[in-house]
């Protein structure tokens, strides 16, 4: 038994469970079936178009009655150019190290492949072009890398919306095909028909 019900009774909820709502990751889907289980659903918006919050919106309206929330950041951009970064970076360098996270050179990344360097480079250099990666300041000959986080969500989003589309446009041809064989079958039967009584 969870110690307070304040929770509960403040959103009108059975269990104290508030979904994260993860922009760019979380859908209606996730949402509606967090509220209906008797948490807090929620979904992450702040990268969503007006037409696709609408459409959000609809579907949980269509799934439940019970409280979700819409997540919006609502806070001003930090100015980074203010802040040092190196304080930081310096502190998170051990945990980076363990873990394999922040800038790699092209040799890292090719490491645990079955490429050559110059093709790691050919691909790098069209990511860099698209703005998912920014290249790090040169160090002798080496040119590190670094994943620009916030790009990668964005055309996440964006492929998630077109593959999402793709998929429908599946769905209903293939409903189409579905729906055309029993009548193209029945068509075949009648023409053999008239065959039988022609011949």
Known sequence: MWPTDRLQKLFDI?????????????????????ANAGGMGALGCAMMSAEQLRAAAGEVAAGT?????????????PDLAKHAAEPMHEALKPYYADYGLGEATVNELAAPF?????????????????????????????????????????????????????FDRLDAFLAETSADKPRAR??????????????
Not at 14 to 33: D, K, L, N, R, Y
Not at 155 to 160: F, H, I, V
Not at 186 to 199: E, F, I, M, P, Q
């Open 65 to 77: 009655t019970r409280a979700v929330n819409f997540n919006f950041f609502v806070h001003e951009e």
């Open 14 to 34: 059975e269990h104290p469970v508030v979904q994260a709502p993860m922009a760019g990751a979380s859908t209606p889907a996730m949402a509606i079936a967090v």
């Open 186 to 199: 029945a068509k075949n039967k009648a023409k053999g028909k008239s065959h039988r009584k022609c011949s």
């Open 114 to 166: 079955d490429m050559s360097q110059p093709s790691i480079s050919r691909h790098l250099k069209v990511l860099e072009e698209g703005g998912l990666i920014e290249v790090g300041a040169r160090t002798a000959q080496f040119r590190p890398r670094r994943l620009k986080t916030e790009a990668l969500a964005r055309a996440r989003s964006w492929m998630d919306q077109l593959w999402g589309e793709s």
